[in-house]
T-cell receptor
Framework: KNQVEQSPQSLIILEGKNCTLQ??????????LRWYKQDTGRGPVSLTI?????NTKSNGRYTATLDADTKQSSLHITASQLSDSASYIC?????????????FGRGTQLTVWP | EADIYQTPRYLVIGTGKKITLECSQT?????MYWYQQDPGMELHLIHY???????EKGDLSSESTVSRIRTEHFPLTLESARPSHTSQYLC?????????????FGAGTRLSVL
């Protein structure tokens, strides 16, 4: 069964600190993995997308890594800001259909305190 | 910022009412999607469309229906709302880059059925 598991479920950090969020997946055949940020009451916004051949991708203070062999990804946030408080969702796409079906994790709820 | 709009943002209605959730995008995307998301849970695909006059059911069974008469418009209808339909509904669209299938999300409609 295609699944995406994220950890931790929730995380509280102080402003300015770094943190790392984890994602494990069993989706096959794998196409790409993306991280989305979802603010409370809003739709998800794409942060990074990585294909099989890419093992790291940065977007400002966000750096995502991908190990396609172990089927693991991480999202590292550097020098956190209050505006980083949100749910971070790991999404994996398969290439087994023309739709490019997406499989969503439940997200990690990040809270940044001043 | 993605050009995809959902209305209303919030809706509280009584059981048995007919409702339509609106979704419009100005990006000319062929593919459009409806997801259902409960608090702290992953997004579940309930409907999708490859283009005009094309609609398909997603992974999660839903009593709602959709239509795609125009490229930019993908409304979702519930003929008789029930408390079990209380949830957040997210609309998304994606363009022709099938291998990446980057989906752009609207802000969502939070529906409460009393």
């Amino acid at each position: 069964k295609n699944q995406v598991e994220q950890s931790p479920q929730s995380l509280i950090i102080l402003e300015g600190k770094n943190c790392t969020l984890q994602c494990n997946y069993t989706v096959s055949p794998f196409s790409n993995l993306r991280w989305y940020k979802q603010d409370t009451g809003r739709g998800p916004v794409s942060l990074t997308i990585m294909t099989f051949s890419e093992n790291t991708k940065s977007n400002g203070r966000y750096t995502a890594t991908l190990d396609a062999d172990t089927k693991q990804s991480s999202l590292h946030i550097t020098a956190s800001q209050l505006s980083d408080s949100a749910s971070y969702i790991c999404v994996v796409s398969d290439r087994g259909s023309t739709l490019g079906r997406l499989y969503f994790g439940r997200g990690t709820q990040l809270t940044v305190w001043p | 910022e993605a050009d995809i709009y959902q209305t209303p943002r919030y809706l509280v209605i009584g059981t048995g009412k007919k409702i339509t959730l609106e979704c419009s995008q100005t990006m000319g995307h062929d593919k459009m999607y409806w997801y259902q998301q409960d608090p702290g849970m992953e997004l579940h695909l309930i409907h999708y469309s490859y283009g005009v006059n094309s609609t398909e059911k997603g992974d999660l069974s839903s009593e709602s229906t959709v239509s795609r008469i125009r490229t930019e418009h993908f409304p979702l209808t519930l003929e008789s709302a029930r408390p079990s339909h209380t949830s957040q509904y997210l609309c998304a669209s994606s363009g022709i880059e099938v291998s990446r299938n980057i989906q752009y999300f609207g802000a969502g409609t939070r529906l409460s059925v009393l």
